[in-house]
């Protein structure tokens, strides 16, 4: 059974999908859907059933999606304080083999140290060992909400070296490439 007209457009917002968007996907022109939105027009079954499956597809697709972050992400996340010492911070990447942490203080994130920043300190002074990590930390990790589509995710990762995954205003996870490749 199909909804209500009015409830077309309820969906296409609680999906983030902009009339153009959603014009493109289903082959209508934008202008039809702001029409149909509006109820300047009364369309046609077949274009409401059209409309109202192409917003279920999209709804199922970014479920799908936000399942295979949970999924993917690692969940326990490795971060350090911003008093940590760089040497302490190399060790901990160290022992957990990751190349990168955020740093948190008081469930904030406010800075990030990557492996490569802390050899490039350490080759240029090696007495950087014992400099506290807020004095060179690097820019914070772009946080995201579990329900964010992977391949929005994915495409943070081509410029940043980790994503943070939060539910609400808590940090469940983070997402590096490596976590992106498990994908089957």
Request: aromatic share 4%.
């Amino acid at each position: 059974m199909l909804p209500d007209l009015a409830e077309l457009k309820i969906l296409r917002k609680k999906l983030n999908i902009s009339q153009a968007e959603l014009a493109r996907i289903c082959g209508l022109n934008q202008s039809t859907i702001s029409r149909i939105e509006n109820q300047q027009v009364d369309p046609p079954y077949s274009t409401f059933k059209m409309l109202y499956s192409c917003l279920k597809n999209e709804e199922r697709r970014k479920k799908e999606s936000s399942e295979q972050i949970i999924k993917l992400m690692t969940q326990n996340i490795i971060s350090i304080h911003p008093q940590t010492k760089l040497k302490n911070a190399i060790t901990l990447m160290n022992k957990y083999n990751v190349s990168q942490l955020p740093i948190l203080d008081e469930n904030r994130n406010i800075g990030s140290i990557t492996s490569k920043k802390a050899q490039e300190l350490i080759m240029e002074n090696s007495d950087l060992l014992n400099i506290e990590i807020s004095d060179v930390k690097e820019l914070p990790f772009p946080e995201v909400d579990k329900n964010w589509n992977l391949k929005d995710v994915s495409d943070l990762l081509i410029k940043y070296p980790a994503v943070l995954i939060k539910e609400f205003d808590n940090y469940i996870g983070i997402m590096t490439d490596a976590d992106v490749l498990k994908l089957p």
